[in-house]
């Protein structure tokens, strides 16, 4: 079973910084792309930012400069840091795999839970 899981979301001032975290698990061999995605309430979810496995990065142009995206393939983990945060950066954060090599096969489209950011003004 494949799992991405999300950490360190959480509650932060404008002008502050969070640093989000998303785990691989399972029997995997390979991950191609890795993005991070997010959702406001009433909104429709979009692209933040995405890393291939040549660490290639692409992001929004309402995060560029602010945010960066990276990943650790040894560990099958990504990373998005961001700063300099504003209150419409407030949503849920998810973490997606746009396919995972396994023993079985490939895995498709791959999203972890999500994690809260919340930044007050």
């Known amino acids: 079973q494949v799992q991405l899981v999300e950490s360190g979301g959480g509650l932060v001032q404008a002008g502050g910084s969070l640093r989000l975290s998303c785990g691989a698990s399972g029997n995997i061999f390979g991950i191609n792309v890795m993005s991070w995605y997010r959702q406001a309430p009433g909104k429709q979810r979009e692209l933040v930012a995405g890393?291939?496995?040549?660490?290639?990065?692409s992001y929004a142009d309402s995060v560029k400069g602010r945010f960066t995206i990276s990943r650790d393939n040894l560990k099958n983990t990504v990373f998005l840091q961001m700063n300099s945060l504003i209150p419409g950066d407030t949503a849920v954060y998810y973490c997606?795999?746009?396919?995972?090599?396994?023993?079985?096969?490939?895995?498709?489209?791959?999203w972890g839970q999500g994690t809260q950011v919340t930044v007050s003004s």
């Open positions: 890393v291939s496995s040549d660490g290639t990065t």
């Open positions: 997606n795999a746009d396919w995972i090599r396994t023993l079985s096969g490939r895995r498709y489209d791959v």
